[in-house]
């Protein structure tokens, strides 16, 4: 029963687009209105207002993030292993399909690496460090995030074992690259947009 109910209960948590939440509260557009039309801390930060998306940044990695601390907590007879799994899936996909908007989520990038932060450090660790190296050298997210993403599984093995923590990182990673499949077609064409510093 603690399965199911923290399950549902990460879902919820997941749900919360503080894309929206933080654009509202600061009197910026619907982030489902404008660039890419995602609700995430990239596309808020098209709006010049680089606080705002530092505050999207931030509450999507923690909801990730807390949903799992959560899971990690004695809970009856359940494996805290199992439990971190089944909770981190389904924080991943109430961002991904949030019930509070339509379900019309983000790409999971910020509470993909929340969830892998309270996972274990190190992996959560190692997938920020690929991000910030490709995006660094190429100044593109998309890629940066799908080559964060295709490490995680990787590391998640060699940290945490075959079991499944890392059966839910895989899904994970693969839920998010299928997120970015228009992305993939743009850096393909070579006309995906890249990072711009903003003043």
């Known amino acids: 029963m603690s399965l199911v109910l923290l399950s549902a209960a990460a879902y919820l948590i997941g749900s919360v687009s503080f894309a929206v939440v933080v654009s509202r509260l600061m009197g910026l557009p619907d982030p489902h209105t404008y660039g890419s039309r995602n609700p995430g801390a990239t596309n808020v930060l098209r709006t010049g207002n680089r606080t705002a998306a530092l505050l999207t940044l931030l509450g999507d990695a923690l909801k990730g993030a807390v949903a799992v601390w959560i899971a990690r907590w004695p809970m009856g007879e359940q494996s805290p292993d199992v439990l971190a799994a ?12 949030p019930v509070y908007f339509r379900f019309k989520g983000g790409k999971g990038v910020a509470t993909g690496a929340g969830i892998l932060f309270a ?22 997210s998309s890629l940066a995030a799908i080559s964060a993403a295709l490490t995680a599984p990787l590391a998640a093995w060699w940290l945490l074992g075959a079991g ?36």
């Open 86 to 97: 089944a909770v981190a899936l389904a924080a991943f996909l109430g961002h991904l399909y």
């Open 119 to 140: 996972l274990d450090w190190r992996l959560g660790l190692a997938a920020t460090t690929v991000w910030l190296l490709v995006a660094g050298a190429t100044r593109y």
């Open 164 to 199: 499944a923590p890392s059966s839910a990182v895989l899904a994970i990673a693969l839920l998010l690259v299928m997120r970015h499949a228009a992305n993939i077609r743009k850096l393909i064409e070579g006309t995906e947009s890249r990072i711009r510093l903003l003043r």
